[in-house]
């Protein structure tokens, strides 16, 4: 296959195939509407698709679709083959610039909020040209935007790429205030870290739980889990590298810049993390890299588990989505440079994700609220609840300076002394990271780190991006009519930082008592639950300002708002249906033929010898027929309170009934059934326990 430079890219028609197969003035217009947003026009159309299945056809494909992200989460598509009947009875290969541009999928089983009517099935997809079509099996890949036949965006991409309209229009007002007239582009871009736990597709088909759900929801604590910190950063083992090594492959060939792999924190659990791009490219390849990890799973007899919290009592998976705002011509604006006190355009940058970030906290949670991230947030390896700002002694120190008028001394260089000569020489960073912060700045980003793995990064994109916007505006709209630019600029960087400082925290986010010096001193949001954060999409400040940038109508912010409850519902009435399934066909009986057996047993050893207690056997039949019981009684609680959830007036009321009765009669059986696992015979015992599958694989 030669050297990863030979294939890197080799599946996707990017720019270097562009310039290699089209007409100098079509490469030339096609460039113009990727760079600088102007209208396509159909002919170049044309000489692109006829380009493009040139080239398809060339690497095997016989197929071609628009590849598109509804609100399910994940990605659909459909397959239109590239054949046409000719007049000789034979067939002619066609793509014309009107499929390019435009499909018309069956809209009618996908999402909607009530955006349209089960009988409403048109939709539209539109070719975005700002991502690269790709080659997945024999299919051409082409990146399209997914509407509604009223135009309503019922997709992931449309928004994305209207936030990044928004913030590259704010932003560009703020750089002319600054005098640069020369830059024509500001993006937003992304490296969104990927965490997921690896097990033996053997193990996975005996888990009805894992196959419905993508979680246990059942499971005692194995007598080893990650206490001993041994699996993090440790070897990776051989059919796992072998894993990684063909998951690399596939992703460079189609463009997907994979950089780094290792070992997380949980038994089972790993990472990759890729190199940054452009937000709209960078959710693009994020929804195709969890793909194909997970059909590269599929061929190593493996299964690759995407859910937020697939094993209770071990680390969850995360997405941390590292942010940051360029220029066209390479300028980091989030980079403070070597004197960031001095540095007013960074300062100024800095404080509008400051004051975005503590003005919309709310629209951060929702952003990443789901029924599995729920189990996530808030625990040891995770971020809580609360949105805060980790900025680093050296950014905490200048903006103090800045609010109180005081000289800024600047950080002093250390070097670092590991007391062995032979080792290279080097300065300490000026400030450490913290990993329990929801949103920390590492340096010339943020560091978002609230998002489940399996969660598409475009909808905390989205928030991130028009909350940045928003902010930026309310700054330009100000310093375009001040007297004096300088004057005006100290002043507005010193009322964010008084204003919006309570969000600053710089601490241990696990600890106890932040949460409550939080919410209780501070006044900052805890929605703990997605029942809880959702509605808040409804408030009158964020629909207002949501609309206002263009990035989502009412309509389309009502929908999401109906989409994410019932998701969240539809979830957990699964899990619950399947839990009480478990419990009364397979985990029930299989402790009461164990008891069975014990009784059995006592009964043998009595006729053997009538002075035998048999003690053992007594004592655990009595403590098991007590589990089953209770087993019986929780799983009746548990469909009762399913049923109750027909009572509920509207979506939002269902969401409350699940958080406050059927999560609770969830959690009630689980715990019955795994104190039984820990006092059956393994045997016995219908499920692959804990300590089997996180370490299935060798």
Request: glycine share 6%.
């Amino acid at each position: 296959m030669g050297t990863v430079t030979d294939y890197f890219g080799s599946l996707v028609f990017d720019d270097r195939v562009m310039k290699a197969t089209l007409p100098a003035k079509v490469y030339a217009s096609l460039k113009k509407t990727i760079d600088e947003g102007s209208e396509l026009d159909i002919g170049v159309a044309n000489a692109v698709a006829a380009a493009m299945k040139d080239w398809a056809i060339s690497k095997g494909a016989t197929h071609f679709t628009h590849w598109f992200q509804p609100l399910t989460g994940i990605t659909a598509e459909k397959h239109d083959s590239f054949i046409t009947p000719s007049p000789d009875g034979g067939v002619i290969m066609v793509f014309s610039g009107k499929e390019l541009i435009k499909g018309e999928p069956d809209a009618s089983s996908f999402p909607s909020g009530g955006l349209r009517a089960t009988f409403e099935a048109r939709g539209y997809t539109a070719w975005d040209p700002t991502s690269y079509a790709f080659i997945k099996g024999k299919t051409l890949c082409i990146p399209t935007a997914f509407c509604s036949y009223g135009g309503h965006a019922l997709d992931k991409k449309t928004p994305l790429l209207r936030s990044m309209e928004t913030l590259n229009k704010q932003a560009l007002r703020i750089l002319r205030l600054f005098g640069n007239d020369t830059v024509k582009r500001v993006t937003s871009s992304v490296g969104p870290e990927q965490e997921y736990f690896l097990i033996t597709k053997e193990m996975y088909e005996q888990r009805p739980d894992l196959r419905f759900t993508g979680r246990t929801l059942f499971g005692a604590k194995p007598p080893k889990g990650q206490e001993m910190d041994d699996h993090y950063f440790g070897v990776i083992k051989p059919r796992v590298a072998a894993y990684m090594e063909e998951l690399n492959d596939e992703l460079w060939k189609r463009g997907i810049l994979a950089k780094t792999e290792h070992n997380e924190v949980a038994p089972a659990q790993h990472e990759l993390a890729p190199i940054y791009a452009t937000t709209n490219i960078a959710t693009d390849h994020n929804q195709l890299t969890m793909e194909i990890m997970q059909k590269v799973a599929a061929k190593h007899g493996l299964v690759c588990l995407l859910h937020e919290k697939p094993f209770a009592g071990v680390n969850g998976s995360g997405k941390h989505n590292n942010w940051s705002i360029a220029t066209d011509s390479g300028q980091n604006l989030l980079s403070p440079g070597a004197t960031p006190y001095e540095n007013a355009q960074f300062l100024l940058f800095l404080c509008a994700v400051i004051k975005a970030v503590d003005d919309y906290q709310d629209l951060l949670r929702i952003s990443v609220a789901t029924a599995g991230n729920d189990h996530r947030l808030g625990a040891n390896e995770a971020p809580p609840a609360v949105v805060s700002i980790f900025l680093g002694d050296e950014l905490n120190a200048v903006l103090e300076a800045i609010e109180n008028n005081t000289p800024y001394k600047g950080a002093e260089k250390t070097q670092m002394k590991l007391g062995v000569d032979v080792l290279p020489k080097f300065n300490r960073d000026t400030t450490d990271r913290n990993r329990t912060s929801p949103f920390a700045f590492t340096g010339n980003k943020f560091e978002f780190r609230m998002l489940g793995s399996s969660n598409s990064i475009a909808c905390a994109n989205i928030m991130l991006n028009t909350a940045v916007a928003e902010s930026l505006r309310i700054y330009a709209d100000r310093l375009e009519k001040a007297e004096d630019f300088e004057t005006a600029l100290h002043e507005m960087i010193r009322k964010t930082i008084k204003d919006h400082k309570h969000i600053i925290f710089n601490g241990n986010g696990y600890d106890g008592d932040w949460i409550k010096e939080a919410t209780k001193k501070r006044g900052l949001l805890n929605y703990r639950t997605t029942a809880d954060a959702v509605p808040h999409i409804l408030d009158k400040k964020n629909v207002d300002m949501l609309t206002s940038h263009g990035v989502f109508t009412e309509a389309e912010i009502k929908s999401r708002y109906e989409i994410t409850l019932e998701n969240y519902c539809k979830t957990v009435v699964i899990e619950a249906n399947t839990m009480v399934d478990m419990a009364k066909t397979q985990i029930a009986p299989a402790i009461t033929a164990y008891a069975l057996e014990l009784a059995k047993t006592a009964a043998a050893k009595k006729a053997l010898d009538s002075t035998l207690t048999c003690d053992y056997e007594t004592a655990l039949v009595r403590k098991l027929s007590v589990l089953t019981d209770r087993i019986f009684n929780d799983s009746a609680a548990l469909e009762n309170s399913v049923l109750s959830l027909a009572t509920a007036e509207d979506i939002g009321a269902e969401a409350a009934l699940i958080r406050d009765k059927v999560l609770v009669k969830m959690n009630e059986l689980r715990v019955a059934c795994d104190e039984a696992e820990t006092l059956t015979a393994k045997s016995y015992w219908p499920y692959p326990a804990y300590a089997d599958l996180l370490f299935s694989v060798k």
